[in-house]
Structures are given as C-alpha cells and as structure tokens.
C-alpha cells in the first residue's frame, strides 16, 4: 500500500534554532517528492522536489534530503525564524497512471521568540 | 496572478443546504484534483480530471459529492445537503503533463457547517 508518514507531528523550537523534519513513504513506483510548506489557512507552496537521482537539495534556509534506498527524507530548517511557522507535508509521487500523489500527515511547527 | 484561484474562500452554511465551490487553474494545465483537509491533518484525495474527464474518484466522495470540469478549464465541486462531518478545508490543485509536473495549489475554501 502506497503510505507517507511523517514525523514528529508537531514540534515547537526557539527563533534561531535548527530543526529536521522527517518523511518515511512506502511509495512504489517511485517518481518523485516534494515538500510542501503551508501557512494556516492558505494552501500548500512548494519548498523543493527530488528525483531519484537526487540526494540533498536546498531553498535558502531549507535543505531536504533523500535516501530512496531507505525511502526516507529529512527537512532541515536552518537559524528558524516565526514565519517558518507552519504545517510542513511531505508529498511522494509514483509513476503509476491516474492520482499520483500520496500526501503525508503533516508536521506542525511552531516557531516561538 | 496567474496561480490556482478558489472561490468562495469561506463558506458558511446550515446543514441540509447545497454549496458549491470553483477552482479555476493555471491555464495550461489539463490536469486538476480536488482535496479535503481537516484540521490537523494532510490533504486526503477526492477527485482527479485531465481534461474533461474525470479519471479518478475517491471512496470519500460519497454520492453528495459531484465534481464537474465541463470545458477543461474551470471546475466545480457541489456538496448536495451538507453535513457537519462535510466542514473542512478544500483544496483544488493543477498540474501540467509531462514526467517532471508539480501541482500547484489554490488558497482552499473553507467550509463551515453549522
């Protein structure tokens, strides 16, 4: 079964603090993953994709990461700030036909001064 | 703006009542999925269009739910006599073809059933 589970579910840090976002899937074929940032009322904006290929890929204060031997990836925030609050989804897409994407819970972080 | 627009963005209701939203994609695009999201929790899949066609439904689109895309543009998703269970954040996406396509999304309408 197609499954992406994320982890921890929600997490609050200190403004200026690290923290690693975690997406374990069991999606198969796999094509690619993409995290998903989303301020609370507003849809999801794309943080950065990753093919296959691909180990580690970065957008400014954000770096994911890739093992597809494992099928995990990470999403490292760097010197957080309060505007990284937000629900963070992990999104894997399979090459299958048809619905493509599986959605990941969501990870809630709250940043706090 | 040339994004994935949504109206209404909030829409309350009594239960029993009928609403509809729409989705109008980035033009380009022929494909466009609808999403439910509660609170807390990710976007579950209702529905999935390429074109006019709808390719894909969800077990969660129970028979109140319809979904239309008639010209290949625009879409709209009608709950027929909503239920308190119906409130949620609904989320409409579209993506182009191709092997390396992302979906990008609209703002959502929320739903409120009182």
């Known amino acids: 079964k197609n499954q992406v589970e994320q982890s921890p579910q929600s997490l609050i840090i200190l403004e200026g603090k690290n923290c690693t976002l975690q997406?374990?899937?069991?999606?198969?074929?796999?094509?690619?993953l993409r995290w998903y940032k989303q301020d609370t009322g507003r849809g999801p904006v794309s943080l950065t994709i990753?093919?296959?290929?691909?180990n580690t890929k970065s957008n400014g204060r954000y770096t994911a990461t890739l093992d597809a031997d494992t099928k995990q990836s990470s999403l490292h925030i760097t010197a957080s700030q309060l505007s990284d609050s937000a629900s963070y989804i992990c999104?894997?897409?399979?090459?299958?036909?048809?619905?493509?994407?599986?959605f990941g819970t969501g990870t809630s972080l709250t940043v706090i001064p | 703006d040339t994004g994935v627009s949504q109206n209404p963005r909030h829409k309350i209701t009594k239960r029993g009542q009928n609403v509809t939203f729409r989705c109008d994609p980035i033009?380009?695009?022929?494909?466009l999925y609808w999403y439910r999201q509660t609170l807390g929790q990710g976007p579950e899949f209702l529905t999935y269009?390429?074109?006019?066609?709808?390719?894909?439904k969800s077990r969660l689109l129970s028979d109140r739910f319809s979904a239309e895309r008639p010209k290949g543009s625009f879409s709209t998703l009608e709950i027929q006599r909503t239920e308190q269970g119906d409130s949620a954040m609904y989320l409409c996406?579209?993506?182009?073809?191709?092997?390396?396509?992302?979906?990008?999304f609209g703002p959502g309408t929320r739903l409120t059933v009182t």
């Open positions: 999104v894997v897409r399979a090459t299958n036909t048809g619905n493509q994407f599986y």
């Open positions: 997406c374990n899937y069991t999606v198969s074929p796999f094509s690619n």
């Open positions: 990753m093919t296959f290929s691909e």
């Open positions: 033009s380009e695009h022929n494909r």
């Open positions: 269009f390429q074109n006019e066609a709808q390719l894909e």
């Open positions: 996406a579209s993506a182009s073809g191709g092997s390396s396509y992302e979906q990008y």
